[in-house]
C-alpha cells in the first residue's frame, strides 16, 4: 500500500518533516546506542509519559528467536520516529536481570515478574524450547495479567505458552508452521489456523519470523492511521505487508518447485490427510489420471514415487510430534497413519537412520543440557 493523496514530492517533503520532528525530540534511538544495558536496549525509556497508543511490555523467554522480537520492536521505534511518544516499552523476563535469545546474545531486562498497568500489552517472545522456558511461575503470572484485563500477545512459539495457560481457550490462533502438528494435537480448544498473525479480541498470536512486523504494522494502522503504519514499513524496506488473511507458508508450486496443478493437487490432498493415507489410485482418480500416470508425474518432477513421497510427509509429521511433545510413541504412529508401532518404526528408521525411542531420548538429554 502507499499513502493516498499525495503527489510523490509531497509525500518525501512531509515524510522528512515528520522524521525531523521526531529525531528533535528523541534524539534515543536503538541505532547508535550500546545494548549493554537495560537503559540501551529499551531505547525509548519509561519516563513517566504517558504513550500516546500504548506501553508494550516484551517478555523474553530463554532462547527467544530475535528476528520476531526485533521486527516487532522497531516497528515501534519507527512510528515514534512518525509521531512522537506514542509507544513505549520495557523488557522483562523472569529472572529480571537478563535473558539469552536463541542466538547466544544476552539482553539486559527492565522488569520480572511484576504487577502491570492495566492498559499494558504484553509481547511474550518465544523461541527454541518453548516448553522448557514454559514455567509454572510465568503460567501464573500471565493469568493473573489477564484477569486483571491486560492484553497478551505471542510472537513464534510463545502461543504454546499462552494455550498452556487456557488463556486461548476458544480463540483463533496461530504459531509456526513447523509447529502447528503438535499444538493441534495438545490444544483442541484453540481454533489453529494458518495466518500469518492473528488479533482475537484481548488475545494476539503470531507465526514467527517476521510476521511479528506484520502484527505491529497492523497494530500501529489501527492506533495511528495507515498512512503511518505505511511510511514505517517504508523505513524497514518492508514492500509487502500481509494481513490477517494470509497463509504463513510459501504455495506449494513455490515449495515443491513444480508449477503443475495436478500434481499440487496430489499434495495438498496428501499433507490434508496424515492420519487416515489416501490411496495412490484414489489419490489418482480425484485429479482424473490413471496410477501409472501419477507414477510418471512423481518421478519425473520430484524424483520418486508417489508412496515415497507421502510417506516422507508422515515421517516428518511423526518426528515434530516426537520432539515437540509428550504423545507416547504408539500415538504418534497412529496420528500419522501407522496401524502398528512396530512398521512405524522400521520406516522411521529406514529414513531417519534411528528408531523413534532413540530419537526422542536424544532430544530429551539435549533439551536438558541446554
Known sequence: MRIVGLANGENSAMRREIVREGQARHHTTLEGVPVSTPSAITGRPDSGTQPKAGRYIFFLMENFTMLSFAGAIEALRIANRMVPDSYV?????????????????????DMGLEELQRDDI?????????QGATTKKLQNWLRREARRGVKIGALCTASYTLASTGLLDGKKATIHWENQDSFAEEFEEVELTKSVFVIDGNRMTTAGGTSSIDLMLSIIASDLGEEVANMVADQQIYSSIRTGQDQQRLSIPTRIGVRHPKLSRVVQMMEQNIEEPISPSLLAKEVGMS??????????????????????????????????????????????????????????RAHYDTTPYRERGTHAAKSAGS
Open 122 to 130: 504484553i509481547m511474550l517472545c518465544g523461541g527454541v524450547d518453548v
Open 291 to 348: 496410477t501409472r500416470q501419477l507414477e510418471r508425474l512423481f518421478r519425473r518432477y520430484l524424483n520418486r514415487s508417489p508412496k515415497r513421497y507421502y510417506m516422507e510427509i508422515r515421517l516428518q509429521k511423526a518426528r515434530n510430534l516426537l520432539m515437540q511433545t509428550d504423545m507416547s510413541v504408539i500415538n504418534v504412529a497412529l496420528a500419522c497413519g501407522f496401524a502398528s508401532p512396530s512398521h512405524f518404526s522400521k520406516c522411521y
Open 89 to 109: 516499552w520495557k523488557l522483562a523476563g523472569e529472572s529480571g536481570d537478563t535473558a539469552m535469545c536463541s542466538a547466544g546474545i544476552t539482553y539486559g531486562l
